[in-house]
């Protein structure tokens, strides 16, 4: 299956669906976050990837959200929202989660781990090993023709 993905920018990182599940605020210390939040781009904004598989269209704004959600699509059994709610430590319920918001469709045990291969593809030709905390979104072009 060839990869099918592309870069856009938007004016905050926090605005992709994981971001909020993925980088936890560093207490007492504003503007600081665990794992790091993704660089913003000068004059551009923070960079997203939107990842298309079949119909869907997955999108993260930092490589950490690409390693996370392969992380739990990989997990067997594919941990509850409820749990992955509590290890946030938030009063957000379980349905809020985005596992509880990606298609039923995708969390079918065949399906997963065809979109975890395939997710794995993407993060190798998206994220470059010298900067692994920001998508290597310069060179499209050439990742696309690969």
Do not use: C
């Not at 504003?30 to 004059?43: F, H, T």
């Not at 993260?60 to 392969?70: R, V, Y």
């Not at 399906?111 to 395939?118: I, S």
């Not at 593809?121 to 499209?140: C, G, H, M, Y």
Request: no cysteine; hydrophobic share 40%.
């Amino acid at each position: 299956m060839k990869a099918d993905f592309f870069f856009s920018f938007q004016q905050h990182w926090r605005h992709a669906p994981l971001a909020y599940w993925v980088h936890v605020p560093v207490p007492h210390q504003p503007d600081n976050w665990a794992p790091p939040a993704p660089p913003l781009v000068p004059r551009k904004g923070y960079v997203f990837l939107h990842v298309v598989f079949e119909k869907h269209e997955l999108v993260f704004s930092s490589p950490a959200q690409l390693d996370h959600f392969i992380r739990t699509l990989s997990a067997k059994p594919l941990p509850t929202t409820r749990h992955l709610s509590a290890l946030r430590g938030t009063e957000l319920g379980p349905n809020s989660h985005w596992l509880s918001r990606l298609p039923a469709s995708l969390k079918a045990p065949r399906k997963r781990v065809m979109l975890v291969e395939y997710m794995q593809e993407i993060r190798s030709l998206t994220v470059n090993a010298d900067t692994p905390l920001q998508f290597d979104w310069k060179n499209q072009n050439a990742l696309l023709m690969k």
